[in-house]
């Protein structure tokens, strides 16, 4: 069984630029989360993906947006780059909506 | 509004001693809690759900509703259970919010 992948693993970009970041879900899991975690802080929920639907989302301007693919991976675009998007970004699959949530290992962007 | 403190944001204790990291929470309804570890160089993951009632690597949680609160206990404390802990809320009921806390960083010294 494979666990909950993310890529890049770390990632560059300027103000004003655009980014995507992908993740994979772990076998059987047909539900995806994003969070952001800035530095010395815990994970903030951006929304979440199931059956390809977004199904709830948190505090976070519209150009934080979403897919969720058939195979029920998932990427995180995010429009406008700002400094304060800076961060880890941490993407989590679970076998339905509330169930345990696996976390992959993150991608750090660094905005410039 | 949903909120999760941990009001410790570094912990240190002795090998063998007792270690308790606080969490208090924020919500008018009836919660579900959590508490999630990230080792080093790990990803984060689940420790364990009030709702499971058990006990995971010698660490307990009680929820306590009327102090808001959900602590996590260990009686003696290990050098490997030196890693980050987070508390995490979500409404009961369905929600697929999670909500963390800032975390505790815990050191356990020989």
């Known amino acids: 069984e494979t666990g909950v992948t993310q890529s890049p693993t770390h990632l560059i970009k300027t103000r004003g630029q655009q980014v995507t970041l992908r993740c994979s879900s772990q076998s059987g899991h047909n539900t995806v989360s994003w969070y952001q975690q800035a530095l010395g802080q815990g994970p903030q929920f951006i929304f979440q993906?199931?059956?390809?639907?977004?199904?709830g989302r948190g505090n976070f301007p519209p150009r934080f947006s979403g897919l969720q693919f058939p195979n029920y991976s998932s990427e995180l675009n995010v429009n406008a780059l700002e400094l304060d998007d800076s961060a880890l970004y941490l993407c989590?699959?679970?076998?339905?909506?509330?169930?345990?949530?696996?976390f992959g290992p993150g991608t750090r962007l660094t905005v410039l | 509004a949903q909120r999760v403190t941990q009001p410790e944001k570094l912990l240190s204790v002795f090998k063998g001693a007792p270690v308790e990291l606080k969490c208090n929470y924020s919500y008018s309804g009836s919660p579900e809690l959590f508490w999630y570890v990230q080792y080093s160089r790990q990803r984060l993951q689940l420790l364990l759900r009030?709702?499971s009632r058990e006990s995971i690597k010698g660490f307990t949680a009680d929820l306590n509703k009327g102090e808001t609160s959900f602590h996590l206990k260990k009686p003696f404390a290990q050098e490997e259970d030196s890693a980050m802990y987070y508390c995490a809320l979500r409404a009961q009921g369905g929600s697929e919010k999670l909500v963390f806390g800032k975390g505790t960083k815990l050191t356990v010294n020989p």
């Open positions: 009030h709702i």
């Open positions: 989590a699959s679970s076998a339905g909506r509330y169930n345990e949530q696996f």
């Open positions: 993906y199931y059956r390809e639907e977004e199904n």
